[in-house]
């Protein structure tokens, strides 16, 4: 057990050094400006994925704008019980997410997907949407890439597979991007982070 135990935590490791900090910080700046420009930004996945996004959208609406002076207009798409079940019901599952956009995005505003597989129907045909009506669109996904990280314009790859594995480097990520404003309040400002520095 005590082995199984160590080769999981040195692969997760090695899933969480595949984070590139480069991307992290394009995706940082991406998000100073949505907040500048008082843009929304519409989070959403499935399952462990799901999670994850609403737990995003708690620590940057609340934690990271609590810093601030002014707010993250951030929405997890995940977390409308009745809107999930009524587009889910009477067009198709894979609506659930874009169909929400149609009400709420405008062109400017921000779309995340977050998936391990990167093929989840419902993320890529929000991303495919949010790209088509003129949102900034970013896929989080694992090694397989999919079809997430073929239509979004900014992605992250997890160097990993794995469940388990991908969905805590991925809430990694969200992390950086959440405690970057929390514990670097100035990043916030027009002149924004040194992203290369």
């Known amino acids: 057990m005590k082995q199984w135990i160590g080769n999981y935590l040195e692969a997760q490791k090695a899933a969480l050094d595949s984070i590139p900090p480069g991307a992290v910080a394009e995706l940082i700046e991406t998000l100073r400006r949505a907040l500048e420009q008082d843009r929304q930004i519409f989070v959403f996945g499935n399952g462990g994925s799901a999670a994850n996004a609403s737990h995003f959208a708690t620590d940057l609406g609340k934690g990271a704008s609590d810093k601030l002076g002014r707010r993250f207009r951030v929405l997890s798409l995940n977390d409308n019980v009745s809107w999930l079940t009524a587009l889910a019901n009477d067009y198709a599952y894979e609506e659930v997410f874009a169909g929400q956009m149609q009400n709420y995005a405008r062109r400017g505003d921000v779309a995340l997907g977050l998936s391990v597989s990167g093929n989840s129907p419902n993320c890529v045909k929000a991303l495919a949407w949010a790209k088509q009506n003129g949102l ?19 992605v992250i790859v997890i160097n990993d597979t794995h469940y388990g594995r991908v969905e805590d480097a991925q809430m990694g990520v969200c992390h950086l991007l959440c405690y970057a404003f929390m514990e670097h309040p100035e990043w916030a400002s027009p002149r924004g982070p040194a992203v290369g520095a």
């Open 136 to 154: 900034r669109t970013i896929a989080l996904v694992g090694a397989k890439r999919g079809r997430m990280a073929e239509v979004a314009e900014q």
